[in-house]
């Protein structure tokens, strides 16, 4: 599955079309890029009405792959390298939602499992 990115998008646009794929699983974005495995601060996140082309280094229209096999981190690094926007992957946890910093290596579809585990949801 992938989602089309375009300048006519707003963030909130991208933020859905990847929740109707991983409900358990959220895109978030910043203002500056993170590393691998490290989060970005609360106080770069963009307002989820920001139009892509404000926020974009990158201008170029295009699909980002979001298939079930790709890492956390694969996706952060492709929206950095090929869109030049900054994503974080958040996953539901029973306390909220949480970075998954430490799980950058995990598959998308394995964190969106494992959250419907814990919120005891199937």
Known sequence: MTI?????????????????????????FYMQPHGWGESCPSSQLLDPQ????????????GTIDIDE????????YDFRHHFGMS???FQQTAEGWLATTEKDGWSLGRLNSESAAVCNIT
């Open 4 to 28: 089309y990115i375009s300048e006519e998008n707003r963030i909130c646009h991208l933020q859905a079309a990847f929740r109707e794929r991983y409900p358990f699983l959220k895109l978030e």
């Open 50 to 61: 920001t139009p892509v082309e404000k926020i974009r280094i990158i201008h170029t229209f």
């Open 69 to 76: 096999l790709r890492t956390a981190g694969e996706l952060e």
């Open 87 to 89: 994503v974080q992957v």
